[in-house]
């Protein structure tokens, strides 16, 4: 299994964050484009415990997958989980955390997956997945600051 922590600063209220990543269709401004990534099912203004999404997103060389996710858990302006039902994966379990601090929230993400398959899938999973997902997490810390530190300034 592996895993990835980011961290990032945003100097917003934590009202203003969670109105942002509590929103699914937010997803599709911090995924690069290069995955197409659609929301496929209807989704509600807001997540909820139990909320699927149903996903297509092309992640490696736009070849389109199917991808269902469910939020876990919740807790209101404090973190939430989404974890894959149906996708690439053997296991995504992806929880994101908002911390207040003196100088705005630190949102942090902390994700586990496996790519699974045996060999063959420690082979991908060193040779592309884990690069992948390093480029999603840095492409979505980049837009976050376009958004919430430019519009600051």
Known sequence: MKTLYK???L???LEKCWDFFSRPEN???IT???MNFKILNKVPE???KGLMILYK?????NIPMTWVTEITQIEDYKYFVDEQRIGPYKLWHHEHHFIEKENGILAIDKLYYDVGYSIFGKIIEDMFVQHKVNEIFEYREKKLKEIFIKERD
């Open 7 to 9: 961290e990032i600063l």
């Open 11 to 13: 100097p917003i209220s």
């Open 27 to 29: 997803l599709n401004i």
């Open 32 to 34: 690069p484009p290069y």
């Open 46 to 48: 807001k997540m909820y």
């Open 57 to 61: 997103v092309s992640p490696i060389m």
